[in-house]
């Protein structure tokens, strides 16, 4: 049986984004410096929205700002694919860097995805 949720630091989904911050913040350190106020920051920020908004999320009292939350963080995993997607192309990094930052997000899409979707469960 699995430990009872006290704090969003006790999500899954908030531990595995938090892993998602530390491999963005490495790969953007690896960009060039005249992207340090473009593609840098943008990965950076859109990381943080990720683990902010589910921990913002979980922290609400009404369902509804609990799921608008988790949309949002789910659309900041998006850019965030985008953003490496982008680095990719650009050749600032390669597939086999930016790889595991993808199936790290696509594993937290499923679970922001499941997620929701066992909140929405209780609406009804």
Not at 22 to 39: A, F, K, N, Q, T
Not at 52 to 73: C, M, V, Y
Request: hydrophobic letters at 40%.
């Amino acid at each position: 049986m699995s430990a009872p949720i006290r704090s969003y630091r006790d999500l899954l989904v908030w531990q595995k984004a938090m892993d998602l911050v530390e491999i963005s913040y490495r790969l953007s350190r690896r960009l060039p410096d005249g992207e340090r106020y473009g593609l840098t920051t943008q990965i950076q920020r859109a990381a943080v929205s990720v683990v902010a908004n589910i921990a913002e999320g979980h922290g609400r009292r009404h369902l509804g700002d609990k799921l608008q939350h988790l949309s949002i963080a789910n659309g900041s995993l998006k850019e965030l694919e985008t953003h490496f997607l982008i680095t990719e192309r650009l050749k600032f990094l390669q597939t086999s860097d930016i790889e595991p930052a993808l199936c790290l997000g696509e594993e937290l899409g499923r679970m922001l995805s499941v997620l929701s979707r066992k909140l929405e469960a209780k609406r009804s």
